[in-house]
């Protein structure tokens, strides 16, 4: 989709398990699940686990047993509005699959997750809170020689409903602009060459459609993939503290995350919000391929954050 390089830190993941349990590590939410913890219960029906790709085409290869393939531009968007699905569309593709509001789902997906943390803010943003990332994602659980199929799973269709909306976890091009002046954090989690306008895209990448390179005034410069390891699984939580403070991005100040379309950005959210706990930080899903296609919004530049 766009930050092709892999990550590069070679730190572990501070965790430990509770028998029986989700795994607990030093975060502020439990919103990760690790692989012995699925693997263990690939055939629990009170779990729904999701695979959602930037290349739909893995899941038809291999996924993980019983996992439910999501294809982001075919299920997760609306063709005619070039948005996210509303509620009852989303409510209905979910009951299709086979989830319910009781079901936990575990999120899981390639390119270190970007597409799957994506669909756990979705999750998120329409009330659903029993949802789980699993750490590492396909190419660890792969790499790990964990089971794998070409079976697509037969669940039962379910109801899902969505009760509400949660607006305090987004932000619309609207509220990025009047947010220009005020207090907000921008976080643009793309690559520094993306930030600093010297690409649009990169190289053996998709095309993503914006008309101006650069990024939204005053924004830090934060690449997502700083704040996973190697196999990329998550860092620990003071060395994501640290590294987001050496940033110039308070805990205490409203953050708005963006990046091409809303994926790796949604991982971002993800690392501050569930992982760190900040409070109040939304996830610019239009992000730069809207932005960047506005009339007459400002744009910057160089490295400026």
């Known amino acids: 989709m766009t930050e092709c390089p892999p990550p590069v830190s070679m730190t572990a993941v501070e965790h430990r398990t509770v028998p029986g349990d989700i795994t607990v590590a ?3 939410k439990e919103a990760l699940v690790d692989l012995d913890w699925l693997e263990h219960r690939l055939s629990d029906d ?8 930037e290349e739909a085409a893995h899941y038809r290869e291999t996924h993980i047993p019983g996992a439910i393939g999501l294809d982001w531009r075919v299920d997760l968007q609306d063709p005619v509005r070039r948005h996210f699905l509303g509620p009852e569309a989303f409510g209905r593709l979910l009951g299709s699959r086979g989830i319910s509001n009781d079901h936990l789902v575990v999120a899981y997906g390639d390119r270190n997750n970007w597409f799957a943390a994506y669909a756990y803010w979705y999750l998120r943003y329409y009330g659903h809170d029993h949802v789980r990332l699993l750490n590492g994602g396909r190419e660890r659980w792969i790499g790990d020689g964990r089971p794998t199929t070409a079976a697509l799973p037969e669940h039962a269709p379910a109801t899902f409903t969505v009760a509400s909306s949660d607006e305090t976890i987004r932000a619309t091009h609207q509220q990025v602009l009047s947010g220009l002046e005020g207090s907000n954090v921008f976080v643009d989690v793309r690559a520094p060459q993306e930030y600093s306008g010297e690409l649009l895209d990169l190289p053996g990448c998709s095309p993503e459609g914006a008309q101006r390179s650069g990024h939204i005034p005053g924004a830090k410069s934060v690449p997502w993939a700083h704040a996973v390891n190697e196999d990329g699984t998550f860092k620990p939580a003071d060395e994501l503290r640290e590294l987001y403070g050496r940033k110039g991005v308070p805990h205490d100040r409203p953050i ?3 990046c091409s379309i809303g994926e790796r950005s949604a991982h971002t959210w993800f690392v501050l919000h569930e992982l760190l706990g900040a409070r109040d930080v939304r996830n610019y899903e239009g992000s730069w391929t809207e932005w960047g296609n506005l009339v007459d ?9």
């Open 256 to 258: 708005v995350t963006y």
């Open 46 to 53: 009170s779990i729904r686990i999701i695979e959602v790709d």
């Open 297 to 305: 919004v400002p744009i910057e530049k160089g490295f400026t954050g």
């Open 26 to 28: 030093r975060y502020a």
